[in-house]
T-cell receptor, first 113, second 113 residues
Framework: EAQVTQNPRYLITVTGKKLTVTCSQNMNHEYMSWYRQDPGLGLRQIYYSMNVEVTDKGDVPEGYKVSRKEKRNFPLILESPSPNQTSLYFC????????????FGSGTRLTVV | DQQVKQNSPSLSVQEGRISILNCDYTNSMFDYFLWYKKYPAEGPTFLISISSIKDKNEDGRFTVFLNKSAKHLSLHIVPSQPGDSAVYFCAASAISNTGKLIFGQGTTLQVKP
């Protein structure tokens, strides 16, 4: 089944403790992206990647890092999480820069206390 | 600066009637527009899209209209069904921003039986 898989689904962590949210897609898509969803703000793009080793900042990249060492994986790294990074995170992939629509994962609910 | 805006946080319609969801954008460089649907506890799913060279695209019960001069697009659902109750996001992309997809805040649609 074609899908984008994120892990974990739920995570509660403490301020300053480094964490990684994994994302993997099995559709051989070139484009991958991370979004966060917050009430009243919709979906905001954190980082995106156009191919292996090619990444760029979205609208809200501060406090996040990404890497794209393999085509299928695009992990999101929070080096020192803070409470304002409490949010619902989505990973997505696309064959062609979103023209055919990004396929989204099921989301990761992150709480930073 | 919110480049894509959905000014109605919620909309309620009766089953069988038309639902009209609206979206405005400010960036004249946007050349592709998409609508996504999101159920609780799931990732957004691609619904329908339109290129800036068109003013209408239809897919079954869903039609998207684009008015470039007004920088406005709308999604029509006819007839509305209770299963259409979800959050709807519009999104926009520009060829100069490869991979960057900007979303609106979302509109929650409730279709009453």
């Amino acid at each position: 089944e074609a899908q984008v898989t994120q892990n974990p689904r739920y995570l509660i962590t403490v301020t300053g403790k480094k964490l990684t949210v994994t994302c993997s897609q099995n559709m051989n898509h070139e484009y991958m992206s991370w979004y966060r969803q917050d009430p009243g703000l919709g979906l905001r793009q954190i980082y995106y990647s156009m191919n292996v080793e090619v990444t760029d900042k979205g609208d809200v990249p501060e406090g996040y890092k990404v890497s794209r060492k393999e085509k299928r994986n695009f992990p999101l790294i929070l080096e020192s999480p803070s409470p304002n990074q409490t949010s619902l995170y989505f990973c997505a992939s696309s064959l062609n820069r979103g023209y055919y629509g990004y396929t989204f994962g099921s989301g990761t609910r992150l709480t930073v206390v | 600066d919110q480049q894509v805006k959905q000014n109605s946080p919620s909309l309620s319609v009766q089953e069988g009637r038309i639902s009209i969801l609206n979206c405005d954008y400010t960036n004249s460089m946007f050349d592709y527009f998409l609508w996504y649907k999101k159920y609780p506890a799931e990732g957004p799913t691609f619904l329908i899209s339109i290129s800036s060279i068109k003013d209408k695209n239809e897919d079954g019960r869903f039609t998207v209209f684009l008015n470039k001069s007004a920088k406005h697009l709308s999604l029509h659902i006819v007839p509305s069904q209770p299963g259409d109750s979800a959050v709807y996001f519009c999104a926009a992309s520009a060829i100069s921003n490869t991979g960057k997809l900007i979303f609106g805040q979302g509109t929650t649609l409730q279709v009453k039986p």
